[in-house]
């Protein structure tokens, strides 16, 4: 496979993880992590394999808006009254249902999980989550575009899930997310974050409605 398709893909994989992990309750290792300046710094390595047409957007905009400037304390504070507690106002929906206006929530859940039992995945019952929180649907993203990079396999399944997954379910509700993250004002890390997830799940989809499966799968078994 050509050297900078096979970094592209490995690049969405790593930034579809990363997203997701921004999403994720905060642990201290992961404050640390943030802290540090390293998810600043890996996000910018990945958007450039990734998506180099927003690489501009984020260095210049978006990363300054990453950067901690609370405590560990302070800001699993922030992160539960954004998303958890809905207190003292109300929180940020992280779940897709919450956003869906036909069919119901149980009805996508159904989808989910036939999106991800395809593939032999599923949503750990340890975790205590649905299918639909946004870390389930990031991780699904991660696991095709790790699949999509893999050499001598036909990539046709996992481009096409991909493509359409983005369409049905990420690309449809990161606007109604990033409204509700403007309108509760819920702090310049999750605004910024939400806004990079917005701006990669409209490049990215843009992405793979031009590959062709076909010319990919080749490639991949020269």
Do not use: C
Not at 12 to 25: D, K, V
Request: proline share 4%.
């Amino acid at each position: 496979m050509n050297e900078s398709v096979s970094g592209q893909q490995e690049g969405r994989a790593s930034l579809y993880g990363m997203l997701a992990l921004g999403f994720t309750y905060p642990d201290t290792a992961l404050y640390e992590f943030w802290n540090n300046g390293s998810f600043v710094r890996e996000l910018s390595v990945a958007i450039g394999k990734a998506a180099p047409e927003i690489l501009e957007v984020f260095e210049v905009t978006l990363a300054p808006e990453l950067k901690m400037t609370v405590n560990y304390e302070e800001f699993e504070a922030l992160y539960l009254t954004a998303f958890e507690t809905n207190f003292p106002k109300r929180s940020v929906s992280l779940y897709e249902g919450d956003y869906v206006k036909k069919g119901g929530k149980p009805d996508l859940l159904l989808e989910l999980k036939d999106f991800y039992s395809n593939f032999g995945l599923e949503v750990s019952e340890e975790l205590h989550e649905l299918e639909d929180r946004i870390t389930a649907e990031l991780e699904f993203m991660q696991f095709l575009a790790l699949k999509q990079s893999q050499d001598g396999i036909d990539k046709t399944p996992y481009i096409m899930a991909q493509r359409d997954f983005l369409e049905r379910h990420l690309a449809p509700w990161m606007p109604h997310l990033q409204k509700e993250v403007y309108k509760r004002n819920i702090g310049t890390f999750y605004i910024g974050l939400t806004d990079l997830l917005a701006r990669f799940v409209e490049a990215d989809l843009e992405y793979l409605r031009k590959i062709d499966p076909d010319i990919e799968t080749r490639s991949a078994q020269r």
